[in-house]
């Protein structure tokens, strides 16, 4: 992919979630089943970096269950940020104050997102329906190679990708790229654009990942692939979730 078609879909998916935070926000009011899955094997003394962490829920759900290692959360808008810290700090009693969370704007599309992270490496590196958002390989590789550096030699990285395609219903709502200016060779294989019906009229950028193609990439960022299973919606098959640890 061009990078400055990559610009244009990262460009587009920032316009989105600004104009919508609010209302995407409100249907991100609890955990996916996934997620809970996932949260529900990590120690409550592990360190753990939550990327695109959104409006806190995940924060939430870590310290009902008694976490009390640390926690940073990572996201590019501005608004989920203060949704997160006014959660974090209405719910204060479930933490001890010398393990509250640290919420951090950082955009996860830029090559030096991770300078803002302390030096130390993290137990558990999350990252819930983020990794669809980045266009392009060339991102993609960079993006997780960096993550690949965060992580302790023992440590998890466990992400979700969205399997839209498993719903008609969702199928519905892809649009055709001339919409935004972009053709079909502009772009990608397995790249969607799709539109949002909740509070106005909005489109996003999401990759379509197979688990063969997951499995390539894991492959060439130093990953080996640990666990992978579906999950989430009526079929619990709307998100594809995987486990990774380092390839030593």
């Known amino acids: 992919m061009d ?14 979630y600004q104009t919508f935070a609010e209302h995407f926000s409100i249907t991100r ?8 899955k996932v949260i529900r094997k990590i120690p409550p003394t592990q360190q753990v970096l939550d990327l695109g962490c959104g409006n806190g829920q995940l924060w939430l ?29 209405l719910n204060s009693n479930l933490a001890p104050p010398a393990q509250n969370p640290l919420f951090t704007l950082a955009d996860l599309s830029r090559q030096d997102w991770d300078c803002i992270l302390p030096g130390t490496a993290f137990d558990h590196i999350l ?4 990794l669809h958002h980045l266009p392009g390989k060339l991102l993609v590789t960079q993006f997780l190679k960096q993550v690949n550096q965060l992580l302790n030699s023992n440590g998890h990285f466990i992400f979700s990708v969205w399997q839209f395609l498993n719903s008609p219903r969702l199928s519905a709502r892809i649009q055709d790229w001339n919409t935004v200016g972009l053709s079909e060779d502009q772009v990608d294989p397995g790249d969607y654009l799709l539109d949002w019906r909740y509070g106005g009229h909005g489109l996003r950028y999401v990759h379509h990942y197979s688990q063969e193609e997951l499995l390539e990439i894991a492959e060439l960022c130093g990953f080996r692939v640990y666990d992978s299973f579906l999950s989430d919606g009526k079929g ?4 594809l979730y995987q486990d990774w640890v380092l390839a030593l």
């Open 29 to 36: 009011q609890r955990l996916q089943p996934g997620v809970r």
């Open 61 to 89: 759900g870590l310290a009902g269950q008694g976490h009390f290692g640390g926690y940073i959360g990572l996201d590019s808008n501005p608004a989920f940020l203060n949704q997160a810290a006014e959660a974090a700090y």
């Open 3 to 16: 990078s400055k078609v990559a610009q244009k879909l990262i460009e587009l998916n920032q316009q989105f």
């Open 127 to 130: 990252s819930f329906a983020n």
């Open 236 to 239: 619990n098959n709307l998100s």
